[in-house]
């Protein structure tokens, strides 16, 4: 049972947009920096957001992250067969002075 | 631009320990947090602790206390993440990262252990 609560999957066809929820809480989502992973299927993850909104140099624009109260937000546009993948949301718990993260939204291509 | 290699897959017994060695390279080791996360089949991460190698300080999550202990060998630059008491939900991969709270870049490519009798 994962602290932050994440969509199994979500679909959409190659060039639309996609977004991506992580529901938590004041201990953790609301008063805490979010991040988002992406992880392909056999490899380890990847850094996409960090601070709720700032993309690490090298991740393109097509991806987004927002963060309002006790959630947050991942928007990916002009989807590619390449973006399939995994996706995990992740913050710190300030009660339970741990990291903690979304049980991850595998993103499919329709 | 700072790489993290793990150590290969092992295989334990229940009740034994385990230890995942994480060397880094290519950028500053001692002035970074290296955490360590695992991921059972199937599932989420989960992140067990921490240290700091310039500090020689660790922070470990309360699921684990009293069966973690996480090392750093500053002048190898390689961290270790030893679990004992081991037990057939302890299979996963585990991976370390550098980084602490919620940003964590890069990760290395994972270890395999698998608790078995």
């Known amino acids: 049972q994962s602290v932050l609560t994440q969509p199994p999957s979500v679909s959409a066809a190659p060039g639309q947009k996609v977004t991506i929820s992580c529901s938590g809480s004041?201990?953790?989502?609301?008063?805490?920096?979010v991040s988002w992973y992406q992880q392909l299927p056999g490899t380890a993850p990847k850094l996409l957001i960090y601070e709720n909104n700032k993309r690490p140099s090298g991740i393109p624009d097509r991806f987004s992250g927002s963060k309002s109260g006790t959630s947050a937000t991942l928007g990916i546009t002009g989807l590619q067969t390449g973006d399939e993948a995994d996706y995990y949301c992740?913050?710190?718990?300030?009660?339970?002075?741990?990291?903690?993260f979304g049980g991850g939204t595998k993103r499919t291509v329709l | 631009q700072v790489q993290l290699e793990q150590s290969g897959a092992e295989v334990r017994k229940p009740g034994s320990s385990v230890k995942v060695a994480c060397k880094a390279s290519g950028g500053t080791f001692i002035t970074y947090s290296i955490s360590w996360l695992r991921q059972a089949p199937g599932q989420g991460f989960e992140w067990m602790g921490k240290?700091?190698?310039?500090?020689?300080?660790?922070h470990y999550a309360q699921n684990f206390q009293g069966r973690l202990t996480i090392t750093a060998d500053k002048s190898t630059s390689t961290a270790y993440m030893e679990l004992s008491s081991l037990r057939s939900e302890d299979t996963a991969v585990y991976f370390c990262a550098r980084g602490e709270f919620s940003v964590f870049d890069p990760w290395g490519q994972g270890t395999l252990v698998t608790v078995s009798s």
């Open positions: 992740g913050t710190w718990d300030s009660s339970l002075s741990a990291g903690v």
């Open positions: 004041s201990s953790n989502i609301g008063n805490n920096y």
């Open positions: 240290v700091v190698p310039i500090l020689n300080r660790t």
